[in-house]
């Protein structure tokens, strides 16, 4: 699949015979797209909007495939994808989710349609399926920073080292705020434990 952006041909990216390019798309496909959900579900911890969610994993998509040449294949695909997402967060919509969002201020054409990446999540919050009731409520309580990790590590399986490559903070940071946080949803879930049949230990 041939990726393009209307109006604007992507910079710094390196002359490819037509053999070069096929197998440049070919890995972008492999590697990247099967991300995407995930892409949109951090987008959406990050900005708390599903349209600007939906805008913020295009244009992290559209980067991915501008710079793919810098990606290393084999590597952790996930991880070198989220951390395009923190910069582009960081660089484009940090400001802009403060105030109401318009599509006029970021009006550039993206890779896919709106729809086309939301169909990636099946239309789910990140963590709808993957946890009961109980413990969705219990993770949509803790800080943003707090969720942020426990996502990261506990849902998307990253480790310590690609945590700390994405969100650009140490590694002790990340085991305090993801020790904090367990602990948090330990409380949390207590009574809910319990219920289930759980052995719950009191501290």
Do not use: C
Not at 26 to 43: K, Q
Not at 67 to 87: D, H, S
Not at 90 to 99: D, F, L, M, S, T
Request: proline share 5%.
């Amino acid at each position: 699949m041939e990726i393009r952006r209307r109006g604007r041909k992507p910079k710094k990216m390196p002359a490819m015979t037509p053999e070069e390019k096929a197998a440049y798309d070919a890995l972008f496909e492999r590697e990247i797209m099967p991300h995407a959900s995930s892409v949109y579900h951090f987008a959406l911890r990050l900005v708390d909007d599903r349209d600007t969610a939906r805008d913020l994993a295009q244009e992290t998509l559209f980067r991915a495939y501008r710079f793919l040449y810098q990606y290393k294949p084999g590597t952790n695909a996930k991880a070198w994808v989220f951390r395009i997402l923190r910069n582009t967060f960081i660089n484009h919509y940090r400001k802009a989710v403060k105030q109401p969002y318009s599509l006029e201020a970021f009006n550039e054409q993206s890779l896919y349609d709106a729809e086309d990446i939301y169909a990636y999540n099946h239309h789910q919050d990140p963590v709808e399926g993957f946890f009961g009731d109980e413990v969705t409520h219990a993770l949509m309580q803790l800080p943003p920073d707090f969720r942020t990790i426990v996502i990261l590590a506990d849902v998307e399986g990253l480790s310590y080292k690609e945590i700390s490559q994405v969100l650009q903070i140490p590694i002790g940071t990340i085991r305090s705020r993801l020790h904090r946080a367990r602990k948090i949803l330990r409380e949390l879930l207590a009574d809910y434990a319990i219920s289930q049949g759980y052995d719950f230990p009191q501290d």
